[in-house]
């Protein structure tokens, strides 16, 4: 069966959104990305110009005498215009000259001629890793230019991943708080509406009740329909019960586990069709309790059950199953023979709102999840499914 919307979820419109919101930052992170590349490519291509021409202006101030009368000026200026860009000058192995070693500015040490072989043979070593050396003559000796990019172009291809980093960590401060305040609001609205359910049932019941007394008072009245009537008269008394612990903080008792469960699956029998037959199997010991609030496990294993029944049209098999799976730990499974869960809304089927019947509010498992985990600490989930076989539904929950 289709899925059908019982009212404007709002949460799942934004839901829709959000892979629309996903490509566009994807988008705007690879542009980022590609944008500070190409900058950082210009910056280092310029660098390698810069290094070129100190490895130039060298070769012109050795290869120019001292008496020559060529104005060095110019070149003067092309090789103190370098100020970023760490270079050495190698000669059959041995450096010498440098320009731009950051060891070097320190000029409070009193370097010794050791040391600075050190840091330049260590610098050359690095600056072969980073960059092929320039090769060229002068005269007839071979010389080679290492050079390394300035500091600034170095961080220059971080600061796009500092910049998304950044981006990503405020994204996802703002995400958090959004969420926060929307689990917020939606607690609101439930509370909100048990309060007022339990409200609201609150006067005719007692009216009902008062009724029942009148009617019995009446000697034709016959006994057994007043006895009827005030049982379904406290089935609504403890609905009301039911809607008063959602909105409020709910009364636990350590109760037996086991035999809670099996007085609800024998109220629900005489209530569901007569074409589903229950099985119940307790793997548990008689003495093993859970605390818990007997109202709002028992409105679960209800919901959970009467979902069952639904799934399986009214004819199939009910199997609810106790069982250790820890220490501390009991499960309860609840299976089906009914139509399973498509992939697509096992995802969603907690959802409010969500239904794929013709009646209802979508809101059943929803209450019974916040039930389980929200007020008992414990996990409802879809343990398996498969399409025209069944559910089974797992509520795990710690004993005393």
């Not at 450096?95 to 072989?117: G, L, M, R, S, Y």
């Not at 009991?330 to 969500?354: E, L, Y």
């Not at 996990?379 to 398996?384: C, H, N, T």
């Amino acid at each position: 069966m289709a899925r059908r919307e019982v009212f404007v979820n709002i949460y799942e419109q934004i839901t829709g959104w959000r892979f629309v919101a996903i490509a566009v930052l994807l988008t705007i992170g690879i542009g980022v990305l590609y944008y500070f590349n190409q900058l950082g490519n210009q910056v280092e291509e310029r660098e390698k110009k810069y290094a070129l021409l100190y490895a130039a202006g060298v070769k012109f101030f050795v290869e120019k005498s001292v008496e020559s009368s060529c104005d060095y000026t110019f070149v003067q200026e092309v090789l103190e215009a370098n100020e970023t860009i760490p270079a050495i000058l190698v000669h059959n192995g041995v450096p010498i000259n440098n320009i731009n070693i950051v060891e070097f500015a320190d000029t409070t040490h009193n370097w010794t001629v050791k040391e600075k072989e050190m840091i330049l043979y260590s610098k050359i070593a690095e600056m072969a890793d980073e960059h092929p050396p320039f090769e060229f003559s002068i005269g007839k000796d071979k010389v080679s230019l290492y050079y390394s990019n300035s500091l600034v172009a170095k961080q220059l291809r971080y600061f796009p991943y500092i910049l998304l980093g950044t981006f990503l960590i405020f994204g996802s401060l703002a995400f958090i708080a959004y969420s926060s305040s929307r689990k917020a609001e939606q607690n609101r609205v439930w509370v909100g509406l048990a309060k007022e359910t339990a409200h609201q049932l609150g006067t005719p019941i007692s009216a009902l009740m008062a009724w029942v007394e009148v009617l019995r008072s009446n000697p034709d009245f016959d006994a057994s329909i007043g006895d009827e009537m005030e049982k379904d008269v406290k089935r609504l008394e403890t609905i009301t019960t039911r809607f008063s612990n959602i909105g409020s903080i709910p009364h636990m008792s350590e109760e037996p586990i086991s035999e809670l469960i099996e007085q609800t699956l024998h109220y629900l029998e005489r209530r569901i069709s007569t074409k589903v037959k229950v099985h119940f199997d307790s793997q548990l010991p008689d003495n093993v309790k859970v605390k818990l609030n007997k109202h709002l496990v028992e409105w679960v294993i209800e919901n959970l059950c009467k979902n069952a029944v639904d799934a399986m049209g009214g004819i199939g098999e009910l199997f609810v199953k106790l069982t250790p799976i820890g220490k501390n730990t009991i499960a309860i499974d609840i299976r089906d023979t009914g139509k399973g869960i498509s992939k697509g809304n096992v995802r969603r089927i907690f959802r409010p709102g969500f239904s794929t019947k013709k009646r209802g509010w979508g809101l059943g498992l929803t209450l019974a999840k916040r039930i389980i985990e929200n007020y008992h600490d414990g996990k409802l989930f879809v343990k398996e499914t498969q399409i025209d076989k069944g559910t089974t539904f797992r509520i795990v929950l710690e004993t005393v």
